[in-house]
């Protein structure tokens, strides 16, 4: 049988990126991945806009919460294979220590929630970065995890990273659908 790699998604309030990240990762690993997703501060509610996204993929949000990465760093958590990090201010602090001494990588977004606006231009802000992340979830999905090193999947997940959030986009930020 093949491994199933768990993998969490962090940011600051978990209430938009890293539940949209741990949505993606549960849809798109076809079982092959199992993501959670917590944060260093969260504001005890999802996002209804990153529930949205979630639910026009078929996800299922029902048990979706905010929660604190303090959970997946207790005795009995899950042992993580890697923890990504979707915010820069969860990127900047002093993270617990992950049973199973897990890969990292900082992958960050725009913060969908800061956008101030009508609900269509905050649906907009979510629907870019939800476009985001799917298209770095996908890279990573697809890597041949099983025939890389530690140190190639390591570079691999930094790399992931570091590619343009939007590489659909022109030079002057329209996007192009996919």
């Given amino acids: 049988m093949d491994k199933i790699y768990n993998?969490?998604?962090?940011?600051?309030?978990?209430?938009?990126?890293?539940?949209l990240g741990e949505g993606l990762i549960?849809?798109?690993?076809?079982?092959?991945?199992?993501a959670f997703s917590a944060g260093s501060h969260p504001v005890g509610a999802v996002?209804?806009?990153?529930?949205?996204?979630?639910?026009?993929?078929?996800y299922p949000t029902e048990t979706l919460r905010s929660k604190s990465w303090d959970e997946f760093a207790a005795a009995g958590a899950p042992h993580m294979d890697f923890v990504f990090t979707v915010c820069d201010r969860a990127a900047g602090e002093v993270c617990?220590?992950?049973p199973g001494h897990p890969m990292t990588a900082h992958w960050g977004f725009e913060d969908p929630a800061a956008v101030q606006g009508t609900d269509a231009e905050k649906r907009r802000a979510f629907a870019q970065v939800f476009r985001q992340i799917r298209n770095r979830v996908q890279s990573f999905l697809a890597l041949p995890l099983d025939k890389l090193d530690a140190a190639a999947v390591k570079r691999?997940?930094?790399k992931i990273g570091q590619t343009p959030v939007d590489p659909q986009a022109d030079a002057h930020g329209a996007t192009h659908s996919i």
């Fill in 96 to 98: 617990p220590i992950w």
């Fill in 156 to 158: 691999e997940i930094v």
């Fill in 26 to 34: 549960n849809t798109l690993g076809k079982g092959r991945f199992r």
């Fill in 47 to 58: 996002n209804p806009y990153a529930l949205e996204q979630l639910r026009a993929i078929g």
């Fill in 7 to 19: 993998v969490l998604v962090l940011c600051t309030g978990n209430s938009a990126r890293s539940i």
